[in-house]
């Protein structure tokens, strides 16, 4: 298989996380004593980027940090990973980003966090052009609605490539019911839309598959999937649906697993698989992501990755290869 050349646009950012005994948070004059805390590499698009870099993907993300020690320590774990960092600059202006993540009883987990450098990650036309020109596929994260630009270099990024017939991927998470004007200039120029039930719900104001139907009319991608957690995944594309139930995993901590999730199908597709095998793949990553800590428990490989989805579907009898 080839390397398909993919950028992420989107946050680097150090995430802190701590693991609770209790699912019950409220903000009162107490303290919450954690059974567990560490510091992990974070951040949308490092994610995904070393997720799809350990399938195969030749990976690079566009983002900006802090000129702090902790940029210094996300730029070289990416480095580390075989990501590439020519377009990943750094500012003095804000600290890189941070994430403290509370992780409760189950996996399931509260983000609260800053996104410092985050927000000025606005790239001019001339970097625009340099990755359009040189990409199989360009992923965006909704976050970057929230830039001092507003949006402005998300949407210039997406519509360059698109024009270019450069596959191009976005990730809904950021957006909100105020970001219709923004979403608007992106109709048609997404080739692929992510956007997992809480964040639909954000976005449009119901939780649903009908509710992820009319947002798909409304943008306008080739593709538009739906991750449901525990329930699996789902493709919408034109009059047609697929679904493929989730992997039955022990979930500690689901911090990345949207991002895992993405890199997954995004590979595949870049592959040539159909949406069922993309669906496969993105719920395995996933799952495998849920099973440990922090965002980056990924496979080593292609391989393992196959090597899971054949075990555990073996387990419970549901998915093959």
Known sequence: MSEKRVFVYGDLNLDVIYFLDTDDLVFRDVSYV?????????????????????????TSVMAKVGEDVVGMVLVKDLETEGVGVRYVAATREEPT???????????GRVIIGYRGANKLNTPSNEVIESVVS??????AYGFAARNVDKG????GLLTRASRESVVTGLDLSGFNKGDRSLLLKLKKNVTYAFINMDELEELVGSASVSAAEALYKSLEPEVLFLKMGGRGSMAIAGDKKVSVKAFNVRAVDTTGSGDAFNAGVLYSLLEGFDLEKALLYGNAMGAYKAMGVGARHLPRSLRELEEFIEVVGRLSGRHAL
């Open 97 to 107: 980003g941070t994430m403290s993540i509370l992780v409760k009883p189950g996996g």
């Open 152 to 155: 402005e270099s998300l949407v």
């Open 34 to 58: 954690a059974r567990r805390g560490l510091y992990v590499p974070g951040g949308v698009a490092g994610n995904l980027a070393v997720a799809a870099r350990r399938l195969g993907s030749r």
């Open 134 to 139: 040189s990409a199989d596929a360009v992923f």
